[in-house]
């Protein structure tokens, strides 16, 4: 049977979900924000920085920030939206233990708060799938109000890397791409990705899975039709250096692949539901 307790973790409250086979996964409450993913073999398989604040407010620097109903700066709302800034209820475990996987499952419904931020109303749930060497996050989220509303975001998973300078991302060869730093597009001509300075880009996702290669193994990142971008970001030395909540060499054991949806925002009616999800395997 899978195992599931309350922890506290860098002093906030968070879920532990552990597997049969020893896989774990922690998440916090705050955010709904994933802060670890161990495999079997005890290798921690996302980056959380050691400077992450864990004020109950602010944004957790690593794990997987949710970043919705906003991806960025596209609009007037706090970057990347607010959903990774506010506590999420934690709803009843709903443990497969027929099986060996387990789900995590978070809620988060407009109040007070929310919509003096952003005046809609919604409900947003994340699943947190855990099974052995496989990492799934799916997030729903419904119209629960009567007038439609649009909406963009990010699964904004940091994965662990031994060292950035070894990594190497395939998969992404001829899809479009708009590089944020040179504020360029084009069509990525390169079969395989390296990380030498800051790379930010948003890609028309592919089709096919794309795995991250580093020399003690690799893994593949696939993610739904419905987030129809794949955003890749490591901030490099000169502004790893300016994060406050980073180390200065935090950006050699990190590299960001995000399940997303940018450039079209969806639309979504009263009583409708929209689902995206980002899967992580290791090969
Ligand atoms: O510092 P934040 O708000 O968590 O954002 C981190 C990065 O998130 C990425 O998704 C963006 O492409 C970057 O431009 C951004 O800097």
Redesign the pocket.
Known sequence: MPSFETIVFRGQPAVRLALPAGDTCTVAVHGAHVLSWTTADGVERLYLSPEALFDGRS?IRGGV?ICWPQF?QRGSLP??GFVRNVPWRVAPADAQSVTSAADLVFVLEDDEATRAVWPEAFQARLTVTLAPGVLRLTLAVTNTGTTPWHFTG?L?SYLAVDDIAQAQLEGLQGAQRWD?VRDERQVEAAPTLRFDTEF?SVYAAPAAPLRLLQPRGAIEIAQSASCTET?V?NPGAALSAKLADMPDDGYRHML?V?AARIDEAVLLAPAAQWQGWQQLTVL
């Open positions: 944004a920030p960025n970057k990347h990010a904004h944020a930010d955003v970001w960001c995000e």
